[in-house]
């Protein structure tokens, strides 16, 4: 599985941005997908997961009523949603894939669950 992030960019607090991934190689053995992002100096913070079915999301509770996660399996591309924007959210985002339901369930919000990742993309929130 390859992904591919694009979407960021440099935005003015209060704006809106949309990140895209675009997954390929064996798009359809994946099972989840979820963002992260890590800011200058920070660890790696987990943001939102969508399973490719659809029947699980969750958005973590620092984003939470600003950002959503979705995804389209016709173009096998997952998106993070993202509004009000604010210079916290200034990072890397990063989105990454699980092919393994068991080991999602026990830790879907860890970055070890994840084996496949894309290269990032910078989203800088600033006046």
């Known amino acids: 599985v390859h992904l591919a992030e694009s979407g960021g960019g440099s935005v003015e607090p209060g704006d809106s941005l949309s990140l895209s991934c675009a997954a390929s190689?064996?798009?359809?053995?994946?099972?989840?997908v979820s963002w992260f992002r890590q800011a200058p100096g920070k660890e790696r913070e987990f943001v939102a997961y969508?399973?490719?079915?659809?029947?699980?999301?969750y958005v973590s509770d620092a984003v939470k009523g600003r950002f959503s996660i979705s995804r389209d399996n016709a173009r096998n591309t997952y998106y993070l949603q993202m509004t009000s924007l604010k210079p916290e959210d200034t990072a890397v985002y990063y989105c990454s894939a699980t092919e393994t339901y068991s080991s999602w369930r026990s830790g879907s919000t860890k970055e070890e669950t994840y084996s496949y990742w894309g290269q990032g993309t910078q989203v800088t929130v600033s006046w």
């Open positions: 969508i399973t490719r079915s659809g029947e699980h999301l």
């Open positions: 190689g064996r798009p359809f053995t994946i099972f989840a």
